[in-house]
C-alpha cells in the first residue's frame, strides 16, 4: 500500500528522470547536428542527386499520363524489361489511382504533360542481358512540352532516369499530380554500389530479399552482394551437392533456396538493373558445409587424438579441390555475373596448428610454422579452380595481404579500419581494383543519426596517383546478420544505406550534410509510401505513414 505523499514522490522522481532523460537526448542531438526541421531543398527529394539538375518554376499537371517506347527507340514494346518498368513506376507515381487513370484536370491547356517516351539510342540496348560492372547507366532526362524525353544508351540508364522521373512528380495542394519542367544529366561517380546482406546467421525469406532488392533501385544500388553461406548455416541448395543445405541448412526444406528461389532473386534484380554476386566464403567461415560433405573440414585435434570438432576447409586433400571443382563449376552455371565473391577472410589457424597430418604436410613444402603460407596455397588453387569457369573473383583483402597471385581483375574488398584507409592505398598500388566496406558496417548501429557519418565518407581520401584512384571501382554497404532477419532487416538498413547509395552515385562535391538531410527526409518517406517500411532521421512526420504489415 503506497501513501499519498509516496505517491506524489514518487510522480515527481519519475518526472525528474524524464526531464533528465529529454535533455540528455537533446545534448546528443545538438552534437550530432540534428535539431532542425525538414526544409525544401531546391532538389526537392531527388536521391541520389543527379550529376546536372535544372529544375525551372514552371509547373505541368500530368493528365492522362502514359510511358512509352519513343519511336526512334533500339528497345519496343518486345523489351519485357522496359515495360516492366513501365509498368512499376505508373504504379509508384499514380498508385491506386491505375485502375480509373490518372485524375483528369478540369482545366486544358498548355500546362499539361501527357507523356513520358523513352527512348535507347545504342543499337544494342542490352534489353535481354544481365548488368555488368562495365554497363552503361547514363541516362538524360528532359521534362519539357510537348512531351518528356528519357534517353539513355542501355536500358540500365532508363531504369535509373525512370526513377528520377518519379522522384520529380509530387501532389499539388488540390492532388494532382505535377511536375516541374526540368533538365537533368547523369551517371555514376562508380560502377560498383552494393548492398551485401547475409543470409546464414539468419535465414532470410525470399520476399525480404525482393523488397530490398526494390529498394536498392530507389537508390540506384546495382549490386546484390548475397552473402548466402556461412559457418552458420548452408541454406543454397546445390544440384550436384544437395546434401550440404540437407544438413547445413536450419532446415532442409523450410529455411533453404532452391535454385527456383535463386533464379527469382537474379531475374528480379537484373529486371532492376541490378547484378547478384554471391559470396562462398572459404577456407574459414565453412562449419555449416562440413555438415553435409564429409572430410571437407580439418579435423581438429586435442594432444594426439582427434577432438571431434572440425577447423577451416583441409586444405592438404585432392578431394578438397575435387570438390570445390564441382562446386564451383556449378556456381559459375547458376549465377549469370562475371563475378564470384570467393571471400578468403578471418582463417583461424588454432586447429591447422593441432592437426599431425597438417604439420606434416607444412614441413613438406617447408611452410616452418608460416600459415598464412598454407592459406594461400589453399586459395590459389582454389583460384585457380575457378579461373577454369571463366569466372573473376572478388576476395576480402586479407588474401591480398597474405600476397596470393591474383588475376589481374580481381576485385580486393577492403573491410579493415576505418574510412577510406592505407590499405586502398597498398591495393592499388599493386595495380588492383578495389572497393571499400571498412566505413559501411551497417550491422553497427548506435543513437542518434549514424547516416551521416557513412555520409561524409570520402572514397578517395587516400595517398595515392591518380591512376591508383581510378582503381577505386566502388563500394558497399553491409548488413552482417547475427541481429538481423526478416523482422528488423529493411528499417535497420534504410534509409542507412542510402546515404552510401548517394556517396557512391554523385558528384564528389555533393557533401551538403543540411541538403542532404532535406533530401534524404522526403525520400525516406516516398520508401515508406511505396511500402517499403525505412526508419526515420528524426522527430517528423510523413505525409503518408507506414501502414504495418
Ligand atoms: C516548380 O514550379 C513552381 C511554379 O509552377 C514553383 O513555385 C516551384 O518553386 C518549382 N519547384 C522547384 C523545385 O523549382
Ligand atoms: C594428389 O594429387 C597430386 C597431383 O595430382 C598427386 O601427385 C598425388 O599423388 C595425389 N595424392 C593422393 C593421395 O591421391
Not at 217 to 243: C, E, G
Not at 305 to 313: E, L, N, T, Y
Request: hydrophobic share 35%; proline share 5%; charged share 20%.
Amino acid at each position: 500500500m503506497i501513501t499519498a505523499l509516496k505517491f506524489t514522490l514518487l510522480l515527481l522522481a519519475l518526472a525528474f528522470a524524464q526531464g533528465l532523460h529529454y535533455n540528455y537526448i537533446d545534448e546528443l542531438d545538438k552534437e550530432a547536428g540534428t535539431v532542425r526541421a525538414v526544409q525544401a531543398s531546391q532538389y526537392v527529394s531527388l536521391w541520389p542527386l543527379p550529376q546536372k539538375v535544372k529544375i525551372l518554376d514552371l509547373s505541368f499537371k500530368l493528365t492522362s499520363f502514359n510511358i512509352v517506347d519513343a519511336k526512334e527507340s533500339s528497345a519496343g514494346s518486345s523489351c519485357s524489361l522496359l515495360q516492366d518498368a513501365y509498368r512499376r513506376y505508373y504504379e509508384y507515381m499514380f498508385g491506386i489511382a491505375k485502375r480509373q487513370g490518372p485524375r483528369k484536370s478540369r482545366l486544358t491547356g498548355p500546362s499539361e504533360l501527357t507523356e513520358l517516351q523513352v527512348w535507347i539510342t545504342s543499337p544494342d540496348s542490352e534489353c535481354d542481358g544481365y548488368p555488368s560492372v562495365t554497363s552503361d547507366e547514363s541516362y538524360e532526362l528532359s521534362v519539357d512540352l510537348p512531351y518528356a524525353v528519357l534517353k539513355a544508351p542501355k536500358v540500365w540508364g532508363a531504369l535509373h532516369g525512370l526513377e528520377t522521373f518519379s522522384q520529380l512528380v509530387y501532389e499539388d495542394q488540390y492532388g494532382a499530380k505535377s511536375i516541374n519542367s526540368t533538365a537533368i544529366s547523369d551517371f555514376p561517380r562508380f560502377a560498383h554500389r552494393g548492398i551485401l546482406l547475409d543470409s546464414s546467421r539468419h535465414f532470410l525469406p525470399l520476399k525480404v530479399i525482393l523488397a530490398n532488392l526494390e529498394t536498392m533501385a530507389m537508390n540506384k544500388f546495382n549490386v546484390f552482394h548475397w552473402h548466402i553461406v556461412d559457418d552458420q548455416s548452408f541454406p543454397y541448395l546445390s544440384r550436384t551437392f544437395p546434401q550440404l543445405s540437407q544438413q547445413g541448412a536450419y532446415h532442409p526444406y523450410t529455411h533453404v533456396y532452391t535454385p527456383a528461389d535463386v533464379k527469382m532473386v537474379i531475374e528480379f534484380g537484373r529486371l532492376r538493373g541490378i547484378r547478384v554476386v554471391p559470396e562462398f566464403d572459404t577456407p574459414g567461415h565453412t562449419q555449416s558445409w562440413g555438415k553435409g560433405q564429409k572430410d571437407l573440414l580439418t579435423p581438429c585435434y586435442s594432444g594426439s587424438k582427434p577432438s571431434g570438432s572440425f577447423g577451416p576447409v583441409n586444405p592438404i586433400l585432392n578431394t578438397t579441390y575435387d570438390f570445390m571443382s564441382q562446386f564451383f563449376k556449378e556456381i559459375s552455371t547458376v549465377f549469370p555475373d562475371a563475378y564470384v565473391h570467393l571471400g578468403g577472410d578471418e582463417v583461424d589457424f588454432t586447429c591447422w596448428k593441432s592437426n599431425p597430418d597438417i604439420q606434416k604436410f607444412m614441413d613438406q613444402q617447408g611452410y616452418g610454422q608460416d600459415y598464412k603460407k598454407l592459406e594461400s596455397f589453399y586459395i590459389q588453387k582454389l583460384l585457380d579452380i575457378v579461373t577454369t569457369t571463366h569466372k573473376g573473383y572478388m576476395i576480402w583483402q586479407e588474401v591480398f595481404d597474405n600476397g596470393v597471385k591474383l588475376k589481374p581483375d580481381t576485385v580486393v574488398h577492403v573491410w579493415i579500419g576505418g574510412g577510406a584507409n592505407e590499405e586502398m592505398g597498398k591495393v592499388t598500388a599493386a595495380g588492383y581494383t578495389t572497393i571499400l566496406s571498412a566505413p559501411w558496417y551497417l550491422d553497427y548501429i548506435s543513437y542518434a543519426q549514424d547516416w551521416q557519418k557513412y555520409y561524409k565518407v570520402e572514397p578517395l581520401d587516400f595517398d595515392g596517383t591518380e591512376e591508383q584512384k581510378k582503381l577505386v571501382i566502388g563500394g558497399e554497404a553491409c548488413l552482417w546478420g547475427e541481429y538481423v532477419d526478416a523482422t528488423n532487416l529493411t528499417p535497420r538498413l534504410w534509409p542507412r544505406a542510402s546515404a552510401v547509395a548517394e556517396r557512391l552515385w554523385s558528384a564528389k562535391d555533393v557533401t551538403d550534410i543540411n541538403d542532404a538531410f532535406n533530401r534524404l527526409s522526403v525520400h525516406r518517406c516516398r520508401m515508406v509510401a511505396r511500402g517499403i517500411p525505412a526508419e526515420p532521421l528524426f522527430s517528423s512526420y510523413c505525409p503518408r505513414e507506414y501502414k504495418g504489415i
